[in-house]
């Protein structure tokens, strides 16, 4: 199994970054794909959600209405486009699966939001 995100880097606030995931090892079109993040000192959240099939999305409040998950289960990538982005945005985002209990991570990728 093996989840590698990119898209990652440094923006000004107001900006906006596409963050993606490639999936690799496992039925990836069976699984529902999530993206947390972890700033400094504080513990990882859940962002966003979406379906195995992508026609159902979940989205944290603090970034409702500014991010929106999508997936292409033809190419095993799922994606996170963030648009509006806050200093408190600032994050290393990290896409995952559950599968039999075992939560799967990629190495994740660093946002920073900053003028």
């Known amino acids: 199994v093996q989840l590698v995100e990119s898209g990652g880097g440094l923006v000004q606030p107001g900006g906006s970054l596409r963050l993606s995931c490639a999936a690799s090892g496992f039925a990836f079109s069976s699984y529902n794909m999530n993206w947390y993040r972890q700033a400094p000192g504080k513990e990882r959240e859940l962002v966003a959600t979406?379906?195995?099939?992508?026609?159902?999305?979940n989205y944290a409040d603090s970034v409702k209405g500014r991010f929106t998950v999508s997936r292409d289960n033809a190419k095993n990538t799922v994606s996170l486009q963030m648009n509006s982005l806050k200093p408190e945005d600032t994050a290393v985002y990290f896409c995952?699966?559950?599968?039999?209990?075992?939560?799967?991570w990629g190495q994740g990728a660093q946002v920073t939001v900053s003028s």
């Open positions: 995952n699966f559950v599968r039999w209990g075992a939560n799967y």
């Open positions: 979406i379906t195995s099939n992508g026609r159902n999305t």
